[in-house]
């Protein structure tokens, strides 16, 4: 008796949550007016997007009469789990997918996000973001990125840039350099003054960014549509790929980043440049608005690498309409709320880089230096991406990989084997390559 | 952890031991002592620095680092993150989901004992075996079926499968452990309770419970612990903010590329002081039910 109790009464509590969690009008699509969309993200609450997609929520609220529903994320649950909520009828009405081969165009290719043609038509989004910027929102029918379906709205844009402590190059007597020997020899000095000039972790990814920025100083748009796009073999052997590898390894022997960057983590690198331990550190933009929050103690200015050919980054994450929201128009407005003026001006002014062709300008002139010189590049279609895009694998094979150079306990001939070992596996695995 | 269980009544062996020779420490001893604060000054770490940086401002760890005293201590990232959270209700789908999991555990771990070790039930040891499969298993491995299985009866995304989850898995190692213990239970004291005229389940109740409720009582505690801390399974089977766990919370805390260190130090202090709090209370109550037990 009392274990026939118990079963019933566990049978009622998962019948309850169910039928709770199932409330909804099942697949009659978008025709009646929910009362909340859903919208999940992992961006940091005080992100310029994120404030950026709260503020048009509001917008879209006042217009719509419908409420969203913010729920913050952790980004490994997102990137892990994401295919099997998405596949259940729990999925939320929006959500901000990583961009790129391995996350969205997994996912697109697997039929979970919808595809947004009919809104990129009717709200003209193709208008309003570049070719280049609209590449990591398109993908084909294996997943494989700018190809011809939207199945996501970038809201803004990152890249790569050296941020020099300004004051340290006053004191130490040194220009910031505009050439890449400049940018060596500064390096130098420092290093005779005993100062470390680069900021830089292998703990994870910022040797990876220095290294593909290198690449980038060397490569052309053919050699990055064999990385990327598997249009040919990559060439191990050429140039980017050794005078990169070869110039981390030289930078290291020379002590121009300390073979203790095994140790760091992106964390450490940030709090030791916001306290002004070293003159320079190549990070991604997402960390200016802090820097312009954070850095109270000296002066700062920051360009992309010297000779950089491509700009390493795109278009932030995506927000995607999941296949299985039941409020699908209703989720395009918002979406295209984000993507409005006004909005996208917000973002410039917090320190983010719009995506939208029309918001060129912000009000703080280092903000508007960084939209300037991402647009520079976005404009010729000039993007390096990262490295790690082509398959899920290099994530943590190139980080792996490079370690050990830092280390030293690999010479760059290793390395770049076992960063191509971890690529053609990796591509394999992908099941991709035409 | 199968350590900690044995020595529960080995230590309280010695304890009388060291009773009888009392204010007589060998230089043996001195050295134990000296290893141990050692010990307990290394565990106490990672706490400590823990605690130090809860309290301060994002400001004065970006100038001084993780290793030194709060400045000016403020309130403000555990305040945020108890709002940012809703950590009352984090805390209470935390708490439901131990707490049941280890009544539950428990029960199973010890219904199961009693046929496999007092019960002897023929083949036991390949019974043991095969619920060990749920311990052995990588728990990467049950996640795809597992998440199959419960979108079929719709209880994905819901705290009741984290429940069933891990039920079954912690009271795999509770039937491993207490068979064990219940096969050397003595021969002797059954006898006299089935001539009494004891019923199986007089038996049970009446005389193997109060016997074994010293390790009862710390596979408890380690249940409702180890289910308070599980990060990956919960991970995948609770989706949404309302049914998510603590440790969730934590990590939702960590960006792609940011993290606000002082903001994860004062979350992560907030959630350790529930597991904290829980085991001194319970610890304490067990410790008077196994006196309890003892004297009658």
Redesign the interface.
Same mark, same amino acid.
């Given at each position: 008796m009392k274990i026939k109790g118990m079963v019933a009464a566990?049978a009622i !509590?998962?019948?309850s949550? /169910?039928t709770l969690?199932?409330c909804g009008s099942g697949d009659n699509q978008s025709q009646e007016k929910p009362e909340t969309l859903s919208v999940w993200t992992?961006? /940091?609450? !005080?992100?310029a997007q994120y404030h950026a997609w709260k503020k048009a929520a509001e917008e879209f609220t006042k217009e719509t009469g419908i409420k969203t529903k913010f729920?913050? $994320?952790? =980004? #490994?649950?997102i990137a @892990? %789990?994401s295919s @099997? =909520?998405l596949d /259940?009828d @729990?999925a939320p009405d929006v959500m901000e997918s990583?961009r790129g081969n391995g996350s969205a165009g997994m996912l697109s290719s697997m039929g979970l996000l919808s595809d947004l043609g009919p809104y990129v038509k009717k709200y003209g989004w193709d208008k309003k973001v570049t070719q280049a910027d609209s590449s990591m929102a398109r993908y084909d029918d294996k997943g494989i990125m700018d190809g011809n379906t939207w199945y996501g709205l970038p809201s803004y844009a990152e890249f790569q840039r050296v941020y020099y402590n300004k004051d340290m190059f006053a004191k130490y007597g040194v220009e910031i350099p505009t050439t890449m020997d400049e940018f060596e020899q500064a390096c130098q000095k420092f290093k005779d003054a005993g100062v470390t000039p680069i900021d830089a972790d292998a703990g994870e990814?910022g040797v990876l960014w220095l290294w593909w920025q290198l690449v980038s100083t060397k490569a052309d748009k053919q050699f990055m549509a064999d990385w990327q796009m598997y249009k040919h073999d990559v060439n191990w052997k050429s140039e980017p790929l050794t005078y990169a590898t070869n110039t981390i390894n030289e930078w290291l022997e020379k002590g121009y980043i300390s073979r203790n960057a095994t140790g760091l983590k992106?964390?450490d690198t940030n /709090?030791s440049f916001? $306290?002004g331990d070293y003159p320079m550190y190549q990070t991604?933009t997402? %960390?200016q608005s802090?820097f312009i929050s @954070?850095v $109270? #103690?000296f002066d700062w200015e920051a360009h992309i690498l010297p000779g950089s050919k491509l700009a390493q980054g795109c278009t932030g %994450?995506l927000m995607v309409i999941p296949e299985k929201s039941k409020h699908k128009d209703y989720a395009a407005q918002l979406l295209d709320k984000i993507i409005s003026d006004g909005i996208q001006k917000g973002i410039a002014e917090e320190g983010g880089i719009p995506v939208s062709s029309k918001v060129k300008t912000s009000s703080n002139e280092k903000n508007q230096a960084m939209i300037e010189e991402y647009a520079s590049f976005s404009k010729k279609d000039a993007l390096s991406y990262y490295p790690d895009y082509p398959a899920a694998n290099l994530t943590d094979a190139i980080p792996a990989a490079l370690q050990e150079l830092v280390n030293g306990t690999k010479n760059p001939d290793q390395v770049l084997s076992s960063i191509k070992d971890a690529y053609t596996s990796g591509v394999k695995d992908m099941d991709v390559k035409n | 952890m199968t350590d900690a269980t044995v020595q529960t009544p080995s230590q309280g062996a010695s304890g009388k031991v060291r009773n009888q020779s009392k204010h007589i420490r060998t230089w043996g001893d001195w050295l134990a002592l000296v290893f141990l604060i050692i010990g307990a000054l290394v565990m106490l770490f990672p706490l400590l620095i823990l605690a130090m940086n809860a309290f301060k401002t994002i400001g004065d760890y970006n100038a001084n680092g993780p290793l030194t005293l709060p400045d000016h201590p403020t309130m403000e990232g555990i305040a945020s993150f108890w709002k940012s959270s809703n950590f009352p209700l984090k805390f209470v789908n935390s708490f439901v989901i131990a707490l049941v999991v280890a009544i539950l555990g428990v029960t199973l771990s010890v219904l199961n004992s009693f046929a496999l070790g007092i019960g002897r039930v023929k083949g036991n040891r390949w019974i043991i075996l095969l619920i060990m499969l749920a311990n052995m298993m990588p728990q990467e491995a049950l996640l795809y079926p597992l998440y199959t299985m419960f979108k079929q009866v719709g209880i994905y995304n819901s705290q009741l499968s984290i429940i069933v989850i891990f039920t079954v898995i912690q009271s795999a190692y509770g039937t491993y452990l207490l068979s064990a213990v219940y096969g050397t239970f003595p021969q002797a004291i059954l006898e006299a309770a089935t001539i009494d005229g004891a019923s199986r389940w007089e038996t049970l109740l009446k005389v193997v419970l109060p016997i074994s409720w010293p390790t009862i009582s710390v596979l408890f505690v380690f249940f409702f612990v180890w289910t308070w801390n599980e990060y990956m399974i919960p991970m995948a089977f609770l989706m949404d903010d309302n049914v998510q766990t603590i440790p969730l919370a934590l990590s939702a805390l960590q960006g792609q590329h940011t993290i606000d260190a002082t903001q994860l130090a004062s979350a992560s202090l907030l959630s350790i002081i529930p597991t904290i709090i829980f085991f001194i209370v319970f610890q304490r109550k067990l410790n008077q039910g196994i006196v309890a037990g003892a004297v009658k």
């Open positions: 566990l !509590t998962a019948m949550i /169910s969690a199932a992992y961006e /940091s609450p !005080t992100s729920e913050t $994320k952790s =980004f #490994t649950q @892990q %789990n @099997q =909520f /259940s @729990q990583n990814y992106a964390e /709090s916001i $306290k991604g997402w %960390n802090r @954070q $109270k #103690t %994450n | -």
